[in-house]
């Protein structure tokens, strides 16, 4: 008996990595299992309890058992996640999310910092093409601009590791699979909060070389061009990965001075890129001498800690908690067992603050 139900674990492994490459996440019934086999029920069972001790399998009351996409034999099961940085204000809840929701299937996850540098992005995927991992979640670099390292995720894919795009996708990779938000509706959102209220020259600040930004600033146009508002170019400012390093680092806000001066003097609104961005602007605001909201109304994305801004509170949007993560999480364990999987663009909710009463 020992002996015959440890040979038919080894054939199922054997199975099981055939399966995961033929996008199949089902072992056939017992039944089946005992007729292809000609052995026991009992023979059957022990060894798909090997396999689900060993977490290659996962039994489903009254459904069968389910592979889950560990592969047999290997020591570690690693997912790399490619974000610019672990420390950035947005990241922390996602990244516990998606740890989890890998911990859950039975895989780990190592982080790897890009720094928003399209160079360092071609370092690390050179380094995990010769490395054992079994899945890439990333957050583009630059992800407006077309990207060369595209050949590099292509190459990864054809020896079996997926790649599950977080927050961005880049222009030039099509076909990719991403985990995104509603940038263009959530701008929408918060323009007609704006008009709402009672705003009509409601001004922008846009990301330039990122995914996110050319989204959130297309959707701001659109949604004043349906209420018949033509917004002035001169309303609508940019600023790029160089600047907010500046402003990390040195906390240095002369940008958003400037656009304050030269730029929005007209305005009574303005829709910024995340939080980030309109935390330092009402910074610059009230330094100007203006009243919020009473001279400017100030709304944003994401609903970070920094929209809790000591003074006045932000107008911003938000998923629900988690959502990002583990829906990028999820997709990628999808793409690991072969099964088919689609991008997915998550919606926002307004979160309505101090900033725009």
Same mark, same amino acid.
């Given at each position: 008996m020992a002996i015959k139900?440890?040979? %038919?674990?080894?054939?199922?492994?054997?199975?099981?990595?055939?399966?995961?490459?033929?996008?199949?996440? @089902?072992?056939?019934?017992?039944?089946?299992?005992? @007729?292809? /086999?000609?052995?026991?029920?009992?023979?059957?069972?022990?060894? %798909?309890?090997? %396999?689900?001790?060993?977490?290659?399998?996962?039994?489903?009351?009254?459904?069968?058992?389910?592979?889950?996409?560990?592969?047999?034999?290997?020591?570690?099961?690693?997912?790399?996640?490619?974000?610019?940085?672990?420390?950035?204000?947005?990241?922390?809840?996602?990244?516990?999310?998606?740890?989890?929701?890998?911990?859950?299937?039975?895989?780990?996850?190592?982080? /790897?910092?890009?720094?928003?540098?399209?160079?360092?992005? &071609?370092e690390i995927l050179n380094r995990l093409l010769s490395s054992p991992i079994r899945g890439i979640i990333a957050e583009g670099c630059k992800s407006a601009l077309p990207n060369p390292n595209v050949p590099l995720y292509r190459k990864l894919d054809a020896k079996g590791i997926p790649t599950v795009f977080l927050y961005t996708r880049y222009s030039n990779y099509e076909d990719c699979i991403s985990v995104t938000d509603e940038n263009a509706e959530g701008s929408a959102l918060l323009v007609r909060h704006l008009l709402s209220k009672g705003h009509k020259n409601i001004g922008g600040i846009f990301k330039s070389d990122d995914y996110?930004?050319?989204?959130? +600033?297309?959707?701001?146009?659109?949604?004043?061009?349906?209420? &018949?508002?033509?917004?002035?170019?001169?309303?609508?400012?940019?600023?790029?990965?160089?600047?907010?390093?500046?402003?990390?680092?040195?906390?240095?806000?002369?940008?958003?001075?400037?656009?304050?001066?030269? &730029?929005?003097?007209?305005?009574?609104?303005?829709?910024? +890129? &995340?939080?980030?961005?309109?935390?330092?602007l009402i910074h610059e605001l009230m330094s100007a001498g203006y009243r919020l909201p009473r001279d400017m109304a100030v709304t944003a994305f994401d609903n970070t800690y920094l929209s809790s801004h000591e003074v006045v509170s932000i107008t911003t949007l938000s998923h629900r908690f988690g959502e990002m993560g583990t829906s990028a999480a999820e997709t990628l364990l999808q793409k690991i067992k072969g099964l088919p999987s689609i991008s997915k663009e998550i919606p926002w909710f307004l979160i309505t603050r101090d900033s725009t009463l």
């Open positions: 139900y440890k040979w %038919l674990a080894d054939v199922l492994r054997s199975e099981i990595h055939k399966k995961i490459s033929r996008g199949i996440e @089902k072992l056939p019934t017992e039944q089946d299992l005992c @007729k292809t /086999y000609q052995v026991s029920r009992q023979t059957v069972r022990e060894a %798909l309890h090997l %396999l689900q001790e060993e977490g290659l399998i996962e039994k489903r009351q009254g459904s069968g058992s389910y592979i889950t996409g560990i592969l047999p034999g290997m020591e570690r099961n690693e997912i790399a996640l490619l974000i610019s940085s672990e420390h950035e204000y947005l990241y922390p809840d996602a990244i516990s999310c998606i740890r989890e929701t890998l911990l859950r299937s039975g895989f780990m996850m190592k982080i /790897y910092e890009t720094g928003n540098l399209v160079s360092k992005e &071609n996110q930004g050319q989204g959130r +600033y297309r959707g701001f146009v659109e949604a004043l061009y349906q209420e &018949n508002i033509i917004v002035g170019d001169e309303q609508i400012c940019f600023f790029d990965s160089r600047t907010l390093a500046a402003l990390r680092e040195k906390q240095d806000t002369g940008f958003l001075r400037s656009m304050i001066k030269e &730029n929005f003097r007209d305005c009574t609104g303005i829709v910024c +890129y &995340n939080d980030e961005i309109a935390y330092w």
